[in-house]
């Protein structure tokens, strides 16, 4: 995990370099998204980038991210997915993440989010299943939303531990803190879809 390189980018290109980590975050940059989440949060917090157009910048790249993974996986087929399941470390990825869409369906996509490496092959599996975009969509943007806002918010005040704290999380988790978030995640995306359905309902009687 190289931070410093992180930092530097960021201090170079500004809030693009946001955008773009956690954009190439599907192609297996070095750097994990929690990291690059948490540093845009500091960021604002020591004054060198501004909160809104810095979180909007990161919240973009989250689900740009995550969508390219979405397109992938609808346009390209099994093929990547059956060379991935050749290596022995990913296969049980893979495993985990099917499991994982079987057991909660369209929900796994916001209980993805809380675990590395899932959260980006969540979305190619879901898309290799046919989901529609505009399902996708609903899911996935709403739970990256709460998601990059949680770690936003935590990495405006760990400060100058912010590597520290993303290699915490991203090695084992926040276990205390995923659990609420993904209960309210679902609150949130099955209230929307529930409205939506009542109001198209509506609108075809």
């Not at 099917?98 to 879901?126: D, N, Q």
């Not at 760990?158 to 609420?180: A, D, T």
Request: aromatic share 18%; net charge positive.
């Amino acid at each position: 995990m190289n931070y410093d390189a992180l930092v530097s980018g960021i201090e170079q290109f500004g809030y693009a370099a946001l955008f773009l980590f956690l954009w190439l975050g599907i192609v297996g940059m070095p750097i994990p998204d929690e990291v690059v989440v948490l540093t845009g949060g500091a960021l604002t917090s020591s004054g060198l980038l501004h909160v809104v157009p810095a979180f909007l910048l990161t919240y973009l790249g989250v689900i740009s991210g995550l969508s390219l993974g979405y397109g992938l996986g609808r346009f390209l087929g099994a093929k990547v997915l059956l060379k991935l399941r050749r290596k022995k470390k990913m296969g049980r990825y893979i495993y985990f993440a099917e499991r994982l869409g079987e057991k909660y369906g369209s929900y796994a996509l916001c209980i993805s989010y809380f675990f590395p490496i899932i959260r980006h092959l969540m979305p190619y599996l879901v898309g290799l299943q046919k989901m529609s975009f505009r399902r996708y969509a609903l899911f996935s943007y709403t739970t990256g939303f709460v998601w990059t806002l949680a770690y936003f918010i935590v990495g405006r005040f760990v400060g100058n531990h912010v590597q520290e704290v993303g290699e915490l999380v991203y090695n084992y988790g926040i276990r205390l803190l995923w659990i609420p978030l993904v209960v309210m995640v679902i609150f949130v995306v099955r209230y929307w879809y529930q409205r939506q359905k009542f109001q198209q309902g509506g609108s075809n009687g």
